[in-house]
């Protein structure tokens, strides 16, 4: 890629390049290099070359040659990642030859590249793209298009922008090709939680669809124990992945001293914990509601879906008895989290 350098200039090299294979393209600005993301080598010729640096090494590694007449403007580029500099009204001849070195110097091997967006999960050695573990039929070109969207997720590409990026420098078609590719690609990303948007007369946009979390309320009797283990048990294991809280319809005074005792062993610190009354906005918060022994004559109808455990009541137990409920609690709740 040519930047800023005179029309003739472009035209020679292109003439001296072209046989060998080489692809010149021209523009005027550093912002040509959004039509053009995956350029081997560019040549920069314009009036702020330190700026114009800083610009493209934030948005590429690609070997740069700087063109221009000042020494310290040419150590300044060289330091912010310039490959080579040549003076102004440098010959053609040694132009030429010094953008093939740059093309000749090995590129760095090729990355295994994994990237993920809602359940979307996609590997770029292996072209391969999964949803939830399912891999996706997608054609060659479907899969470049997907992972241009991808590696710029949430802004939006123009059509010429995703041509350059998932068909080429080279390809000489319509703007609508875009068009018809995003067509058949929407309906495989479906369950991917990942949306390609249309923003017309633009482009397109990656959009992540925000999947809500479940919520889990723990509901017994005095939420002095059971209930206090488990929302305990949920927010540890999970990692906050799924939120759980818990109450009681008919809340103690404290939690049980035994119940703080096992649960500390376990590396869990309830001392501060305090039994709370089960209301309407809980139970409205909850996607999902575990009840341990919950009062028949207390306990609402719940619109979120219910499931009970048949755990027995610590209160007044052997101590033994409550590393017992304990453990059995622990294992339903890292069941319910791989149910999750």
Known sequence: ?????????????????????????????????????????????????????????????APLLAIGQDERVAATCLAMGANAWLPAGSGLNLIAAQVQALLRKPAPAPSRTILEAGRLRLDSGS??????????????????????????????????????AA????????????????????????????????????????????????????????????SQMAAAFLNRLSEGRVPGQSAGTRPAPFVHPEVIQVMRETGIDLSDARP??????LGAWASRIITMGCAEEDCPVFSAPVEDWLLPDPAGLPISAVREIRDEIERRVRGLIASL
């Open 1 to 61: 890629m040519v930047i800023g350098a005179a029309t003739s200039t472009t035209a020679e090299l292109r003439s001296r390049l072209g046989p060998s294979g080489v692809d010149v393209v021209a523009h005027r600005s550093v912002d040509g290099l959004q039509r053009e993301p995956f350029a081997d080598a560019i040549l920069l010729h314009i009036a702020d070359l330190v700026d114009g640096t800083g610009a493209l090494r934030r948005v590429t590694a």
């Open 127 to 164: 072209r391969r793209a999964e949803v939830d573990g399912r891999e996706l039929q997608l054609a060659p070109r479907e899969f470049d298009l997907l992972h241009a969207l991808l590696m710029h997720r949430g802004v939006v590409l123009s059509r010429d922008r995703i041509l350059a």
């Open 167 to 226: 068909w080429g420098t080279r390809f000489v078609g319509e703007p609508k090709t875009v068009d018809v590719h995003v067509a058949w690609l929407r309906p495989k990303l479906e369950g991917s939680k990942v949306r390609v948007t249309t923003l017309r007369g633009i482009g397109y946009r990656l959009d992540v669809l925000e999947e809500s979390r479940p919520h889990v309320l723990f509901v017994c009797v005095h939420n002095a124990g059971r």
């Open 276 to 281: 709370r009354a089960l209301t309407p906005e």
